[in-house]
């Protein structure tokens, strides 16, 4: 194995290995670090595009440690950008019954209809008001996200009722933070019906947790620049 590529693999595997957890001071428990896992592999990829730019060991070095820092600063500025959206947007729904829920470096609010709209209606509630309110001022805060709502019903009713439902469903919320000011260009509105259950909907249980919007916040290509 070539020198330089023996000094890379340490070098990347140690930025990963430090930056992919962290642990919660207030649990104890080891939590996944999105953006020390986005700079890890930023780092390893910098590292060998910038060893291989060069022609000798020593230069080769050079050139792969300074890849191996601009490539964790450009893998961890999405990251670092969507985890301070996630963090305002846990703190302001706490007490609201809207979950949020990270996967990656998209963001999640699963907001059930006992919260956000009455039986067999799409009128948003004053208590899903009053939350969209607060979503509304984080979005503001982070316009280098992407906004896709997506409406869902169980499968009570007929298949083309609950589909018209849950399209009139995603609207009013995507209605609602157009009007507090959230830029139309960065919203997807859809309904799905009953197509897409996360529970079984032969109990009242599982039927209200298919009654849903969720609300999902990804990262516009140039966040990782407008976070840094």
């Known amino acids: 194995m070539p020198k330089f590529v023996r000094f890379i693999s340490p070098l990347a595997a140690a930025v990963i290995v430090a930056g992919c957890a962290t642990t919660d001071p207030n649990t104890g428990e080891t939590r996944r670090n999105n953006t020390g896992t986005g700079a890890g592999i930023g780092a390893a990829v910098g590292a060998v595009a910038g060893a291989l730019s060069g022609d000798g060991s020593s230069s080769r070095r050079d050139r792969a440690l300074i890849g191996a820092a601009v490539g964790a600063a450009a893998g961890g500025g999405i990251g670092a950008y969507m985890d301070r959206q996630e963090a305002e947007l846990r703190e302001r729904m706490q007490g609201t019954g809207i979950g949020v829920e990270r996967t990656g470096d998209d963001i999640t609010l699963n907001m059930p209809d006992s919260v956000t709209f009455a039986f067999d209606s799409s009128e948003l509630t004053s208590e899903a008001r009053r939350a969209l309110d607060d979503v509304t001022d984080v979005l503001r805060q982070y316009p280098e996200t ?44 859809a309904g799905y019906g009953e197509s897409q259950p996360v529970a079984s909907n032969e109990t009242d249980q599982g039927r209200a947790q298919n009654r849903r919007v969720e609300v999902t916040l990804s990262p516009m290509q140039q966040a990782g620049q407008s976070g840094q």
């Open 146 to 189: 992407r906004i896709n709502i997506a409406g869902h019903t169980d499968s009570t009713g007929s298949e083309a009722y609950n589909q018209r439902l849950s399209e009139r469903r995603a609207e009013a919320v995507g209605g609602y933070l157009q009007q507090g000011g959230v830029n139309a260009s960065r919203l997807s509105m």
